[in-house]
């Protein structure tokens, strides 16, 4: 029997976003080895992925660069982010997920290989459905 691959276990994709009123969320779908789900995350939930990922994995973790902090955003009221702004955020969160998982999916140690969806949401809270 041939050995799982990520194309065969995993899709992912950053699909919208929306104003929660003090924030904006980022909608992700995922399905795992034929489980569906989805979830709505912060920009700094990813930022705290990354993190996680980059300690688990340590010097095995792949470049794969996160997106761009705007520093203005930040500074900014969110009530002046654009729509323009916003879909470009979504777009770079989505190729960075795909990517971070991706590639991470052959290191060892990976968290992304050989799971389930509850063993997911267990090692990375960020995948935990109901919520961070």
Known sequence: MASPTFESEWEIAVSQFRDCGDCIMYRV?????????????????????HKMVKAKLG???PNVPFPSDHVLTTMMKK???SEEFLTQRQQDLGEYLL???RESYGVERS????????ALG?????FRK???
């Open 111 to 118: 968290p992304f290989r050989d799971t389930t969806a509850e």
């Open 29 to 49: 779908d995922l399905c795992l080895n034929g489980e569906q789900w989805c979830l709505w995350r912060r920009f700094s939930h990813f930022k705290d992925l």
């Open 99 to 101: 990517r971070l998982v």
């Open 59 to 61: 010097s095995n973790m």
């Open 79 to 81: 009530t002046n982010l």
């Open 122 to 126: 267990r090692e990375l809270c960020f």
């Open 130 to 132: 109901g919520g961070v």
